[in-house]
């Protein structure tokens, strides 16, 4: 089994030694106070260790299209740039769309995706020869032929992670505007049946909101609630437009809300409802979207975003560093069950080393006032995945 | 005179040369088509060239206070943290949290800021000694004694800019609820005696504008207005709270406006009018504010917040990348009446290296969409300001 050894480097307020055993923490101790033995020892002094990004709802290979189109209403930006440009995708397109996806999150700190495309063998490839985490949906939408649902049915039932513990599937409806009842149900229980998470869109815009109430007769979660569907393996990205009793209906069932600043902001879909949620005690996370509306993949961006957005309109007390840099890594790992996103004896091995000589992340009065606040991508050096290293001092090794 | 040869970098959609002879661009000419002699050659291959960023409000040297108060009330955070601290300040210390200051705006593509603070001589030492621009202003506010005043006016009669052009004062009136009509008038007046620019806040809080309205019987705008003190020098940095009348009476006297998105958002001051603003036809330009306040000095991420935060309550088309980017460039060296902030023959000779092929300028669709949208400093190659190289490889030369 590999040991990495990371030796004197700055971890919550004192200096600490901290040991890698294969995939795991194994030990963590004052610096300098134990002698450890490992095949590779990291100097850590000058930096800082953090748990990296969980991005928990993107559409990885949507790189290809950042910045083809941007500045327009909803309607034309899909109908006459998005959807044309994603019908001539192939599958090599989506390899290299997810391969650029992935090392511009490695970058930015991120080591686990939850996506929601197509194609999806070959970005499960991607994923398991690049080191990283995901989580991949599988879709279903109505619009789907029968014998496209049964395929896709097929490849959950088949599915053996080639990873060893990094891929999982999710079963990705993909709205309550595109998958009927019927549909809803169908995925949710095929979920159930194999053990997966549901990752879908919803109340992402007031239009959809309003189609709800004239379809069904009430807003969207009450609709899935009211479809007993919503459970704590229910991951719904967006709920910007949801109210009080939406949000308390989520907190009940302990959903998982993934919240997009960028996108949200970008497309003009309005404010994310940070206090009552953060009240009820929603578990949130953060994500980026695809980068054909944010334009990127940068995690770290979306913590500060969050953290300012809540407080634009006043709240400034809203949404602290502390917790912004929690909805950005263990609310995500949580969301999945596993125990990645908090440094500490016997978790997953995940980590980054942050040059805290960097002019931004200068003076250190509150550390992670200036990771989530100050810092960008520049401020990363190494990036830890699983026990093995995927960049070191700004190079990608994968 | 020194010249620099910049060989086949992209620019504007095509390859060019550009040659820079002292601090001026001196030709510019389609890749490969002239043969130039230069004392330094860099090869553009693979890298776009685009004006650097010009932050038209900050406090340099609060880079001290970074991360030291966040997450609170305004009250709290000016008076119990920000103000004692202040004062404990040594011109040594202002010295420090400057470099550190310049450092940062030099890695995240900034050559110019116009700043206000104390302890001036050092802040000019400093940006003297480091290459990039800065407009210094002397602070004026009602609480000085007259000693003070005095001095400051004298330091004004008497300035000479070491730095043969990059450095020049301005006249910086705090704002109206800390100096009176008579310090106002004193202050403009001086300024327009000298020829300076005059620099200081206004609107930024409801709070401000309340109080105005209060003692003066009517808004900021027009106040200062009635005092006959707007003009195409004034530059006021926030205008957030400024109704439909305000904002004519702004564009009226061709008045440059600092928007700082960061801060405001942070602090919980409001959304800047933005779509009244460009109606009007208002010249607008970004700043960061302090670094207590945002937390860095990084003008990238201004153009992002910016664009961003005027979609965020629906209108989508209101300020496209390309308007971003003008703001954060060519509108500030307007507002300072310099010809920088531009890349054309005989302008000054200030430009950014940035990597294309970074992940998050991938695909290149549209440069300027990637530039705004997705880029971050860690896409910035080589800055060079008065044609002087200030970084290259990422590696500071100052």
Redesign the interface.
């Known amino acids: 089994m590999k040991t990495i050894l990371i030796r004197n480097v700055f971890f919550k307020e004192r200096h600490v030694d901290i040991l890698i055993s294969g995939n795991r923490f194994s030990h963590i101790s004052p610096a300098g106070e134990v002698s450890y033995e490992a095949d590779e020892v990291i100097d850590g002094e000058g930096y800082a260790i953090v748990p990296p990004f969980y991005n928990m709802h993107t559409h990885a290979a949507m790189?290809?299209?950042?910045?083809?189109a941007?500045?327009?209403?909803?309607k034309t930006w899909l109908e006459d740039y998005i959807w044309p440009y994603e019908a001539t995708l192939t599958p090599d397109d989506i390899r290299k769309g997810t391969e650029?996806?992935i090392?511009?999150m490695i970058?930015?700190g991120t080591v686990f995706f939850s996506d929601m495309y197509f194609e999806i063998p070959e970005t499960i490839d991607v994923v398991n020869r690049m080191g990283v985490r995901a989580a991949i949906g599988v879709t279903f939408m109505d619009n789907h032929a029968k014998a496209v649902r049964n395929e896709k049915t097929r490849f959950i039932e088949e599915w053996k992670d080639p990873s060893g513990g990094r891929i999982c599937l999710t079963a990705a409806p993909h709205a309550i505007y595109t998958v009927s009842a019927e549909g809803l149900k169908y995925s949710f229980g095929l979920a159930r049946k194999h053990g997966l998470k549901i990752h879908m869109h919803l109340s992402e815009t007031l239009g959809e909101v309003e189609q709800c109430i004239k379809e069904h007769g009430m807003r969207p979660v009450h609709y899935l609630d009211s479809l007993g569907l919503l459970g704590p393996d229910v991951i719904l990205a967006h709920c910007v437009h949801v109210d009080d009793s939406e949000i308390a209906v989520l907190a009940k069932h302990d959903v998982t809300v993934v919240h997009c600043p960028?996108s949200?902001?970008?497309?003009?879909s309005?404010?994310f409802p940070y206090r009552k949620m953060i009240e009820a005690g929603v578990r949130v996370t953060l994500g980026t979207d695809g980068?054909s509306s944010?334009?990127?993949l940068?995690m770290g961006?979306e913590m500060?975003?969050a953290?300012?957005?809540s407080?634009?309109?006043?709240?400034?007390?809203c949404l602290?560093?502390d917790m912004a840099f929690k909805w950005a890594t263990r609310n995500g790992a949580m969301g999945f069950g596993n125990d990645g996103g908090i440094i500490e004896e016997g978790r997953l091995a995940d980590c980054l080393l942050i040059d805290t000589s960097e002019?931004?992340m200068?003076?250190?009065?509150?550390?992670m006032?200036?990771w989530v606040?100050?810092?960008?991508?520049?401020c990363i050096d190494t990036v830890i995945c699983d026990g093995r290293i995927l960049m070191r001092g700004?190079k990608l090794l994968v």
Chains 1, 2 share one sequence.
């Open positions: 790189t290809l299209l950042r910045g083809y941007d500045d327009m209403p909803l650029i996806a090392r511009e970058k930015s960028c949200n902001m970008k497309l003009g309005g404010i980068a944010n334009n990127n940068d961006e500060k975003f953290a300012l957005l407080k634009t309109l006043g709240d400034v007390e602290p560093a002019e931004r200068q003076p250190l009065h509150h550390f006032a200036n606040y100050s810092a960008d991508s520049s700004r």
